[in-house]
């Protein structure tokens, strides 16, 4: 745990490999974390989010997923481990969990729960994060989901959460749509306190950094580490010239990773690493099922185009 905790840079989402058991394979994982905070630039690493196929993890492999990064990672960035539960009660346990087993900051996503109407009951929103909140003393950062999902906090919540709750210091914006980044950055940079604006508009991350970010915190940084700290850093210094040459080689990697179906995406960022050697296979745990031959081309092409560099001397 870092007390005074401010999140800004790059801080990708790891994927986690699996063996032909599906069980989790940690030395590919050790290798695939080394691969992304080795990168230069990259200031912290998340765990146990989408990337990671959270949704298909046990408690336990959660925790042992968590143990790994913890380990590997050997406080050289901060650990960023998600939080991915849909009853409150249970999410405090996995928050504690956390704090146990040496993270830094938790990712809290939206409880499936609200996909039912909760913008019409905004405090159970609130409590929620909350009570997760007095669970633990780690730093939070709230996942701020698109609004077609209906999980979306709307900005006079977000608001009152990241004001009131005392450890919220950050949000993972994945809004998707820039009007709402905007007004959640500028309504946000309001508060007394800081709240850092990590963007996770993958589809447009030049947008959003022109508008207004204190970092990157999204699944392709598993992949594009060195592309999104450049792109980071062109903005920051107002290099507009520059950033623009940078995004056009992200673009068609966006543009294969994250087309239809979505819930592909990070299954094509899993088989991409492997094709690079960053990691040994590309396993992924149903209901996802591996990527087609001719998908598995168009990855490879994309890849080579952009000249993502493979990572072929990694240590075992």
Avoid at 59 to 67: A, R
Avoid at 245 to 254: A, E, F, N
Avoid at 264 to 272: P, V
Wanted: hydrophobic share 40%.
């Amino acid at each position: 745990m870092r007390p005074d905790l401010v999140l800004s840079g790059v801080i990708p989402a790891n994927l986690l490999p699996f063996d032909e058991n599906l069980n989790i394979d940690e030395v590919n994982y050790r290798r695939h974390i080394r691969s992304i905070i080795d990168t230069d630039g990259v200031t912290g690493l998340t765990t146990n989010g989408h990337a990671a196929e959270v949704a298909t993890l046990t408690l336990e492999e959660q925790q042992k997923s968590l143990s790994i990064t913890v380990d590997e990672v050997a406080g050289k960035v901060p650990v960023v481990c998600g939080i991915y539960q849909d009853g409150t009660e249970k999410a405090m346990k996995i928050a504690k969990m956390a704090e146990r087993e040496g993270a830094d900051c938790l990712l809290l996503f939206p409880s499936n729960v609200f996909n039912n109407g909760f913008r019409l009951r905004p405090e159970m929103a609130y409590k929620h994060y909350a009570s997760i909140a007095s669970a633990t003393n780690l730093p939070i950062i709230i996942f701020v989901y698109p609004e077609a999902s209906g999980l979306q906090i709307k900005t006079d919540n977000l608001v009152k959460i990241c004001n009131d709750i005392d450890n919220v210091i950050a949000i993972k914006e994945w809004s998707n749509d820039i009007v709402t980044y905007e007004r959640n950055f500028r309504e946000l940079s309001k508060l007394d306190k800081k709240i850092s604006v990590l963007t996770s508009f993958s589809k447009s991350l030049l947008a959003s950094l022109c508008v207004g970010a204190d970092g990157i915190l999204s699944g392709h940084g598993s992949l594009i580490a060195d592309l999104q700290v450049a792109l980071f850093e062109a903005v920051k210094r107002g290099d507009l010239s520059e950033a623009r040459r940078i995004s056009d080689r992200i673009y068609p990697l966006v543009d294969v990773f994250y087309g239809e179906p979505f819930l592909d995406g990070h299954n094509r960022m899993k088989a991409a690493n492997a094709m690079l050697g960053r990691i040994s296979e590309a396993y992924v745990r149903p209901p996802l099922q591996a990527i087609q031959q001719a998908e598995q081309e168009e990855i490879r092409r994309v890849i080579t185009e952009a000249g993502l560099p493979a990572k072929t001397n990694l240590r075992a």
